[in-house]
Nanobody
Framework: QVQLVESGGGLVQPGGSLRLSCAAS????????MGWYRQAPGKQRELVAR???????NYADSVKGRFTISRDNAKSTVYLQMNSLKPEDTAVYYC???????????WGQGTQVTVSS
């Protein structure tokens, strides 16, 4: 079992920045990929960014050049640096972990990000 706890959400003005953190605990040695997803009201959950245990990353087109995912394996923590935030980035952001064979290991409880003036 893997437990994931997100932090760092909040209210920010358009053009502002936030950094989300997700700390993993439990069976952390089973974790390969970690990622961030988001879900806006009335919409499906969508991938924002993912990072493998080797540091390979991929991003949704809508956040490329604005968001950066990073990982500290020693702390079992994944980060999402969000810059140049837009109102359409408003959503609940969830952390996710997958095993080396692609099995879902868990989701965090979510953290709200609101971009509004």
């Amino acid at each position: 079992q893997v437990q994931l706890v997100e932090s760092g959400g909040g209210l920010v003005q358009p053009g502002g920045s936030l950094r989300l953190s997700c700390a993993a605990s439990g069976d952390i040695f089973s974790i390969n990929d970690m990622g961030w997803y988001r879900q806006a009201p009335g919409k499906q959950r969508e991938l924002v960014a993912r990072i493998t245990s080797y540091g390979t990353t991929n991003y949704a087109d809508s956040v490329k050049g604005r968001f950066t995912i990073s990982r500290d394996n020693a702390k079992s923590t994944v980060y999402l640096q969000m810059n140049s935030l837009k109102p359409e980035d408003t959503a609940v952001y969830y952390c996710n972990a997958e095993s080396f064979i692609g099995r879902q290991l868990g989701w965090g409880q979510g953290t709200q990000v609101t971009v509004s003036s």
